[in-house]
């Protein structure tokens, strides 16, 4: 079972190194502008994380695995991203796959180091969101948790999710469903463009549907 | 005393978290991401401020109710902001006392850790504006403190108001002076537009009163 | 050699705020906003990097020299910066030295913690950029990383040569040399504006010259 937790937070940091990287390609940078970016992708989230749980040194500083997936993956995709045809919606899907591993890992962590249900939800989406906030911060781009799409919810959605099946000794279906909640909820964000009601300035009306 | 900076504390909080759901509602949010720029708004400041000084897990990890209160600020102005006749004028006076509270509180819990006054002011001013700073960066709106009016000097004038005050052995007055001062020169700053002398690159111009 | 390196590190800060000072005069800002944009430019790369190793309470919270050196040099520029010809060319020299010197110091201090060669070279690459990073997302600046020239691969490239030449042991020549590489190849950034090749979206391009 660790093992697949430590797996399954492999493949988050995978995926968003991936999506660090076509940030990186398109802003046209060089092979060491790609590895940075898609390291602070990748590490970001569970390195606030960490932080702010005051888990002693980060991870990735005495285990330097995450690290050497990250080169990898920017590396990789430097040489060959220009294959995919559309890198903007690649960059979407593989910045969903993370959104979604990351909100049930933190919230995990976050219950395992004896933080209560709410502050591991909100644990959850940071560590969830963190890591796409610096890379769009750190190129320029407006941040996806401005789009105007399911994109936090998302990732408040699987955070919750995992955390109520988790109160309920779900086992590891606790961690199955709050990933498929998470992946399917900004999915839909992302296939429909459809948004939860968001806030409108004129009375009456508060709630719209698009 | 020690319940009195905590209700202060909880009192930034809330007005921060204010300001953070009125930048929300300009950027026409749902309700999951008014809670999440209310809260990273209401706690960024203190956040960082546990961090820097090493005080362990930061506070609100173990005691969600900051958390509670963010989020309750942020719903209850997801659903009444509209009737404000103008948000961004709100905001300015909840970021500016969320800006007097904090310089005095983050100053404050330094000297009580024993950083020497130099610091004490330093970290209080980061206490002060990172919360607001960080709205600003994940809204993509333009920092408040980049504006040219009274903002990080408010915050520094408070601070040292009460650093001074509370060297001399001032009590509870120090507090409530830094207060008073880091908020009237913010005040001053917003009703007046009045600016410090600023930087300006021709020779014989370094000063000019507006 | 102990006092080698706090002064190297010294020096490091204090360039670093004089780019932050030098932006802070491009932005108008008053003498207290200098203050805090040369502050934050001087430390963040060390205060990221004492908090990522978890080196207990970031130093300058307990030593406020490193503070009182980015005040000065903020004051000093406050009032003789119009003397400068080219502003924007002066900050980028400073960034440069700052790069330079925080690469191999950011690598030092993660080797002498036990970190691994490539965390350590990750590391000196944050300290070296991450204070700039600061300056420029704090003054809604472009970040200098963006720009198509040797930048982030400059710090790269001096905290790998560093890092190579202490595990072979070469005492002081290791920082000297490390130092030289990064500074060295950030000057051919600036001077000639040449970039490695870059990230081309089109077959067949994918390496490009300049």
Request: charged letters at 15%.
């Amino acid at each position: 079972m660790e093992s697949f937790i430590h797996w399954l937070d492999l493949c988050g940091v995978g995926v968003f190194a991936a999506s660090g990287a076509l940030t990186a390609s398109r802003k046209q940078m060089d092979l060491v502008g790609f590895c940075l970016i898609a390291t602070v992708t990748g590490i970001g989230g569970g390195t606030l994380r960490d932080l702010l749980l005051d888990r002693g040194a980060v991870s990735w500083v005495n285990d330097p695995s995450t690290i050497v997936l990250c080169f990898a993956v920017a590396a990789a995709l430097f040489f060959t991203a220009h294959h995919i045809e559309s890198r903007f919606r690649a960059l979407l899907w593989a910045d969903a796959v993370g959104l979604a591993v990351f909100c049930v890992g933190g919230a995990e962590i976050s219950l395992s180091a004896g933080a209560p249900a709410l502050v591991a939800v909100l644990m959850g989406v940071m560590t969830a969101t963190f890591g796409g906030i610096l890379r769009d911060v750190l190129c320029a781009e407006v941040p996806l948790i401005l789009r105007r799409e399911i994109y936090a919810t998302a990732a408040a959605a699987g955070a919750i999710t995992y955390v109520a099946l988790e109160t309920a000794e779900a086992g590891w279906i606790a961690q199955v469903v709050g990933f498929g909640v998470g992946f399917g909820a900004r999915a839909i964000g992302i296939v429909t463009g459809f948004s939860l009601p968001t806030y409108r300035s004129r009375p009456g009306r508060v709630y719209h549907p698009s």
